[in-house]
């Protein structure tokens, strides 16, 4: 039997960020109530300090920062359509009998069919038409990913203030085919922490140490 690995955690301060930020810092007394902008900020500041664009798509909403020196210069969230959100990724994946953790193999280097980018509703309509016009699994998976990243770039990013050092932010950007689908459709790397999907927690973390140094 393996030995004795616990260990002790020495909390010196809470924060809390996100949706439900200031409802969960009241019930749990958090000492700091951060906006999920600036710890996505922080955050990737600290993972690379050349980040000059910062590209997040969470679960639930998508959000687009610009930053200079660890500055944010410009913000924008979308938290009302769902279609360019993890949710809408997780849901097709589910409907195609793929499990996430295999989705990212399935779909990298796929060739994909053009899939609106509109809404859910159109972007269903065409996965829906494509598996019956009898495209693969595997394909329609791209088409997906390919969908999202449109829709991100049409709906949410300002295109045009796109700077050359890009982190992607937030779970979605585990999936390494959703990040090739940036890459390739913006024509330059984009840098991915393994910490991606902590970095709202990892900037308020952060944020909390400069204070209290």
């Not at 906006?35 to 922080?42: F, G, K, S």
């Not at 020196?69 to 849901?91: K, L």
């Not at 940036?182 to 991606?196: A, H, K, N, T, Y």
Request: aromatic share 8%; glycine share 8%; with cysteine.
């Amino acid at each position: 039997m393996a030995g004795d690995h616990s260990c002790e955690f020495i909390f010196e301060g809470v924060g809390t960020t996100g949706s439900g930020r200031k409802f969960v810092g009241v019930i749990i007394n958090a000492d700091l109530v951060i906006d999920e902008i600036t710890a996505h900020a922080r955050a990737a500041w600290e993972l690379n300090s050349e980040t000059d664009t910062i590209i997040e798509i969470g679960g639930q909403d998508s959000k687009f920062t610009t930053m200079t020196e660890g500055v944010v210069t410009f913000s924008v969230m979308n938290n009302v359509c769902a279609a360019g959100t993890g949710s809408f990724i997780e849901e097709q994946a589910r409907k195609l009998g793929v499990p996430l953790s295999e989705y990212a193999n399935r779909a990298m280097n796929m060739p994909a069919p053009v899939a609106s980018n509109r809404c859910t509703v159109f972007m269903e309509r065409d996965i829906n038409n494509y598996i019956t016009e009898g495209y693969s699994v595997d394909e329609v998976l791209a088409a997906v990913l390919h969908s999202v990243c449109e829709n991100y770039l049409a709906k949410v990013a300002v295109e045009a203030s796109i700077g050359d050092d890009i982190c992607f932010q937030g779970a979605t950007a585990r999936n390494r085919a959703l990040v090739a689908a940036f890459e390739q459709r913006l024509g330059r790397p984009i840098f991915v922490s393994p910490f991606c999907h902590l970095a709202g927690a990892l900037g308020c973390a952060l944020i909390h140490w400069l204070i209290m140094k």
